[in-house]
């Protein structure tokens, strides 16, 4: 058999490839209040790996939460992330020439990271306080209404509401 027949046997037989999935390692949840969220809010915060100082900044500042409030903090922190997730934001899109906002709704993964991200920007541009006090103010606000995170959240409503004339682009 030539080089060249033995060759072509070869590229007949099929080639199977196995496709390896990796799973994360998952989030465990915290301590004190047992919840994902909690650990995805804490994991958020954290700086340079210091997740014992992210955690006691959180801990800290849901205990100012039940001070002030005497009910369960947790219910505070729950409601105040409802309230900060955007439901629609808007997305740049290039149609000819030209870069079109199109709105598009927020899938509730985003919508979640995007609350955590405002809250913690809006409790870390207050200056003059420890951060425990800042995010608790925050937290509280964003329970009322109120605040920097859903200024933020009303201002992307807005947003998408100006441009809903290009929501057709929407892909």
Same mark, same amino acid.
């Given at each position: 058999m030539g080089r060249k027949r033995r060759f072509e046997k070869e590229q007949e037989k099929p080639v199977?490839?196995?496709?390896l999935r990796v799973t994360g390692r998952g989030l465990k949840p915290d301590a004190r209040?047992?919840?994902?969220?909690?650990?995805?809010?804490?994991?958020c915060m954290m700086y340079s790996g210091k997740k014992t100082t992210s955690e006691a900044i959180f801990y800290r500042a849901m205990d100012i939460i039940a001070e002030k409030n005497g009910g369960n903090p947790m219910e505070v922190f729950t409601a105040a992330l409802n309230n900060v997730k955007p439901i629609i934001e808007v997305k740049s899109k290039r149609v000819g020439g030209a870069t079109w906002q199109v709105p598009v709704e927020v899938n509730k993964k985003r919508a979640q990271s995007l609350a955590i991200r405002w809250l913690l920007e809006a =409790?870390?541009?207050?200056?003059?306080?420890?951060? =425990? !006090?800042?995010? @608790?103010? !925050?937290?509280?606000? @964003?329970?009322? +209404? !109120?605040? @920097? @995170?859903?200024?933020?959240? !009303?201002?992307?409503? +807005?947003?998408a509401e100006a441009n809903k004339a290009f929501a057709h682009f929407a892909w």
């Open positions: 199977v490839v196995e496709k209040y047992n919840d994902l969220l909690v650990t995805k809010f804490i994991n =409790a870390r541009s207050k200056k003059g306080r420890p951060m =425990a !006090e800042r995010l @608790a103010g !925050e937290l509280m606000d @964003a329970f009322k +209404k !109120e605040g @920097a @995170a859903i200024t933020k959240r !009303e201002n992307t409503h +807005k947003m």
